[in-house]
């Protein structure tokens, strides 16, 4: 677009300047003449520009989305039968041309007649477009602008009117959330649906064969799609990081809930959560490059045959990961019951260590569950540990010295090639993609159900 | 103890006194070693952090330092035969000049750079003119480039010489560092027998030094010229991404927080939005990632690869948590605050914007530091929209192809030659981890500073 961005960024600022300067004169005035005005000036600056320079940016904003595609197909289906371009790529470079000739940028080489007519008539319309829009946008700002000062009385609700608007933008703000849910459900749904139609859903949910073939143009073998060797890594590995993070991050958390002095906890808390702060590559390349040969040799000590990537390596530093997010939680919810449970307790001639187990752990179980079922939702979904360290081979095993894949692995696999998108080793992505959100899906809810039942009982 | 009457008269009260010792012996030691186990998660928990700190660091410092060349190069006027630079011409149309730039470059591009440091490399070691195949592999393959830039940046020092440190080749420094086991036989060997003798050669002689490199820092990343891969194109990446972030998930977050905690009445559909924001926060990335790749790729057709991309897929990602912790940081801002101002006057509104959310700043800007932290850290949604491909430059516009330095990691230790990048990618997650850790600081420091204790 030849009508410079930034100049018409400037230009709405310095209407909205104007009309909130119009506005504010205009209740000026009506004060001036003695009435009492319903709100403060400025509230009838803003409605001013509310009224003035919102439409324009509206328009222009429209304009912005619709203008490139409408020139394009104009200028193409104004083209000489023999000039039109058969696919896509060509009508991209053809409008490059056009348009490189249409700006005076100029081309390489000879430009041919109908090029030379289409930048022409290219030019014609953007100019056409320019001013329909400008004219556009100058007649809402009038308009605008010409209400406020017309029907602006000492009576007009100005503040009442913006502060609805501003709580309309906040709701606006707020459906973004549900936008997005919406959105993922929508596009996941959609490519799961097309990938349906290759294979057949029952082949896909319980199949133990996953080897998606790399698709070969007509070939009609296709590979195997099968989720439960996926399934079964992923269970695993996650069973292994719950053995590590929950007693490691639960122990944590008694500690310095119960026993740590103050001078501990505040050191020793903040320290165990930067474990949650730092990137999961970070994990995954220490996974690789530390864990897994240490992994590899330990094994060897004792005779065993432990890959150096394998279940077993993912899933202990995917449990390291997981231990603040445990021993957060869990700390705020131990530190939630209340005092009067502990001293009844003690009371009776229980130790420290009675009253945790058989008092304060009893009344903060559901918190701790809702903390486990988050530290496992977390395991599902984690990818670079798994991409790197567990070995990504998808074989139904129990043995945690074998490598593994996982449903993430296998999304990042499928969709990361030069794939086709619409071929089903790329959609199978999608299907793994929606399985994956069903399944923390449910872990979240209830354990945000039960976290919050459990924070409202002892409010 | 009763002692009346009862059917258990007959224990002695020592024999009691001695049980219940024994008991409470027992639950003693209990009561220790309970508390030890306690103590045991604590430091076992710090010392993986430790191990981790410190496996990375032991590998990574060292990478900062490589092997370079100082050496003087010869810019000769007769290896470099180009004419004057051409400057654009009052009526000249941008595409004729861009046609005699590019041919002005092809002139360059013809002349023989690798004979310069060849020329070069024979003025401290002699026989290298005999074998220039192996001289050459002594030097990173990109500083022939580096020469040829410098040139097309300033064609005046053609025909001088210049005192120039050259990074020397990453199997170079390999041999040097001995990160590859110096006893394997010659064909397990990346370099020829000569070079690796050359190279220990120019070491002991101090024309290879091991000095501190920029080159990590400056430059793009490089699959040719591996010694001179750098960050540079992946921190412009990231940073691309995290100003998109800040500006979207900054306001519109926020806004969101207030409503929800100012404004919305308490209905059923306050609670779905609630819920659906609490789960947000706990989908995997990854799915953020699909969801990148379906909508803002597929249906809306921006540029694959690009950090617009990205940053918007690392916006939805973040917005949940930045909404939750500005959630947190308003409720703490307490209840009389807003009654006073709504008693003398005040519309809600008017509270909030003038009242509760200058209270909550220290909190909000904390929310928002968490919320780009978790951004500047996330791979695998960019890996599906694109971002793993090879990016040689540093991106200039957000909708340049790019990658980030998550990313850049992910891909160098992917690398073949694993004895350079292990290094090379524990330097990188140094310089990421440095990023988290100021960043985190900033955010601890903010709220010790501004937290008010009402």
Redesign the interface.
């Known amino acids: 677009m030849a009508m410079d961005n930034m100049t018409v960024v400037v230009g709405l600022l310095l209407l909205a300047a104007m009309a909130y300067q119009l506005g504010l004169v205009r209740s000026r005035r009506i004060a001036g003449g003695g009435e009492v005005l319903h709100s403060r000036p400025p509230y009838y600056g803003w409605l001013a520009v509310l009224r003035a320079a919102v439409p324009a940016v509206a328009i222009y904003i429209g304009w912005s989305i619709v203008d490139g595609p409408l020139l394009k197909s104009l200028v193409l289906s104004s083209l000489p039968a023999d000039a039109v371009p058969v696919d896509e790529l060509q009508a991209t470079v053809l409008m490059q041309r056009i348009s490189?000739l249409a700006s005076?940028?100029?081309?390489?080489g000879e430009a041919q007649a109908f090029e030379l007519q289409a930048a022409a008539y290219l030019r014609q319309l953007t100019l056409t477009g320019q001013l329909v829009v400008l004219a556009a946008m100058a007649t809402a700002a009038a308009f605008g602008l010409f209400w406020t000062w017309r029907r602006t009385t000492a009576h007009t609700r100005a503040?009442n009117q913006v502060?609805r608007a501003?709580?309309v933008?906040?709701?606006a703000?707020?459906?973004?959330?549900?936008f997005?849910?919406v959105?993922?459900v929508l596009?996941?749904l959609?490519?799961s649906l097309r990938f349906f139609q290759f294979v057949s859903p029952v082949d896909f949910f319980f199949g133990t064969d996953w080897s998606p073939r790399f698709a070969a143009v007509g070939a009609a073998d296709q590979g195997a799609f099968g989720l439960l060797p996926l399934l079964a890594g992923t269970l695993l590995i996650m069973g292994i990081a719950m053995l590590v993070a929950v007693?490691?991050?639960?122990?944590?958390a008694?500690?310095?809930a119960?026993?740590?002095p103050h001078r501990v906890r505040s050191v020793?808390k903040?320290?165990?959560e930067?474990?949650a702060?730092?990137?999961?590559?970070?994990?995954?390349?220490?996974a690789?490059?530390?864990v897994g040969p240490f992994l590899t040799e330990l094994g060897e000590f004792f005779g065993l045959t432990i890959r150096t990537t394998s279940a077993l390596t993912a899933g202990v530093v995917m449990g390291?990961m997981i231990?603040?997010y445990i021993?957060s939680l869990s700390d705020d919810i131990i530190t939630q019951v209340p005092k009067a449970m502990r001293d009844g307790s003690l009371a009776l001639g229980a130790?420290?260590?009675?009253t945790?187990?058989k008092v304060v752990l009893p009344a903060a179980l559901p918190g701790i569950v809702g903390a486990i079922l988050?530290g496992i939702?977390?395991a599902?979904?984690?990818?670079?540990i798994v991409?790197?360290a567990a070995g990504n081979a998808p074989v139904l095993t129990a043995n945690p010295f074998e490598s593994v894949s996982t449903i993430?692995v296998s999304?990042?696999n499928q969709?990361?090639g030069d794939q086709d998108?619409a071929s089903p080793q790329s959609l199978v992505?999608?299907a793994l993609?929606l399985t994956?959100?069903v399944l923390?899906?449910i872990l979240?809810?209830i354990?945000?159900v039960i976290v919050r039942r459990y924070r409202e009982q002892y409010e | 103890m009763s002692d009346t009457g009862t059917p258990h008269r007959q224990i002695p009260f020592s024999l009691v006194a001695q049980r219940v010792e024994a008991s409470l012996r027992r639950?003693?030691r209990?009561?220790v070693g309970?508390?030890m186990?306690?103590?045991?998660?604590?430091l076992?928990?710090?010392t993986?952090?430790a191990?981790?700190f410190g496996?990375?660091l032991v590998?990574g410092l060292p990478a900062f330092w490589q092997a370079t060349f100082v050496i003087d190069v010869h810019f000769d006027r007769e290896l470099i035969p180009i004419g004057p630079k051409p400057v654009l011409e009052a009526g000249e149309?941008?595409?004729?000049f861009?046609?005699r730039m590019v041919r002005w470059q092809t002139d360059l591009g013809f002349a023989d750079f690798n004979q310069v440091l060849l020329d070069a490399l024979a003025k401290v070691l002699p026989e290298a003119a005999e074998h220039p195949e192996d001289a050459i592999a002594l030097i990173a393959s990109g500083e022939a480039f580096a020469l040829r830039d410098r040139v097309t940046a300033d064609p005046g020092i053609v025909g001088t010489t210049q005192r120039l440190r050259l990074l020397a080749d990453a199997n170079v420094d390999v041999w040097l560092k001995g990160n590859i086991d110096r006893s394997l036989p010659d064909e397990a060997q990346q370099l020829s027998a000569r070079t690796r003798a050359w190279a220990d050669q120019l070491y002991a002689a101090d024309v290879i030094q091991n000095r501190f490199s920029t080159a990590i820092f400056l430059n793009p990343d490089s699959r040719s010229s591996l010694a001179s891969a750098g960050l540079a194109g992946a921190f412009m990446g990231s940073l691309f991404m995290m100003i998109i972030v800040i500006v979207l998930a900054m306001?519109?977050?926020v806004?969101?927080a207030?409503?929800?905690e100012e404004?919305?009445p308490k209905r059923w559909w306050t609670d779905?939005?609630e819920?659906?924001?609490?789960?947000?926060a706990?989908?995997?990335?990854?799915?953020?990632g699909?969801?990148g790749?379906?909508?803002f790729i597929?249906w809306f057709d921006l540029p694959r690869s690009s950090a617009v991309v990205g940053g918007l897929v690392l916006t939805?990602m973040t917005?949940?948590t930045v909404?939750i912790a500005t959630r947190a940081a308003l409720k703490a801002v307490p209840p009389s605050i807003r009654e006073a101002a709504l008693g003398v006057g005040a519309?809600?509104?008017q509270v909030v914007f003038h009242h509760v959310l200058p209270l909550a700043r220290p909190g909000i800007f904390t929310a928002m530091i968490i919320g780009v932290?978790q951004a500047?850290?996330?791979?695998?949604p960019l890996?599906?929209i694109?971002m793993?491909a090879f990016v040689a430059s540093v991106p200039t516009s957000p909708f340049d192809q790019s990658t980030a330095l998550?990313v850049q990691?992910?891909l160098w230790?992917a690398n073949e030659l694993r004895n350079f990048f292990?290094g090379r990618?524990?330097a990188a997650?140094i310089v990421?981890?440095a990023m988290?850790i100021t960043l985190?600081s900033v955010a601890?420091w903010l709220r010790r500073r501004y937290e008010t204790r009402w």
């Open positions: 490189n005076g940028f100029g081309l390489i503040r502060e501003i709580e933008g906040l709701i703000c707020s459906a973004v959330a549900i997005t849910t959105g993922i596009s996941m959609g490519e007693p490691l991050g639960l122990m944590t008694i500690y310095l119960e026993y740590a020793a903040p320290v165990v930067v474990l702060g730092i990137p999961t590559i970070v994990y995954a390349v220490f690789l490059v530390t390291m231990i603040p021993s130790t420290k260590s009675e945790i187990v988050l939702s977390k599902i979904g984690e990818t670079m991409v790197l993430t999304i990042i969709l990361t998108f992505g999608f993609g994956l959100f923390t899906l979240n809810v354990a945000l | 639950r003693r209990k009561e309970f508390r186990l306690g103590m045991a998660a604590v076992t928990a710090l993986l952090l191990v981790l496996s990375i590998k149309s941008p595409a004729a861009q046609q306001p519109i977050g806004a969101a207030v409503y929800l404004f919305a779905v939005i819920v659906n924001i609490n789960n947000l706990a989908v995997p990335s990854i799915i953020f699909l969801f790749a379906v909508v597929m939805l917005l949940p909404i519309s809600k509104v932290a500047l850290g996330e791979t695998g890996l599906l694109g793993n998550p990691i992910f230790q292990e990618g524990s997650i990421l981890l988290m985190n601890i």
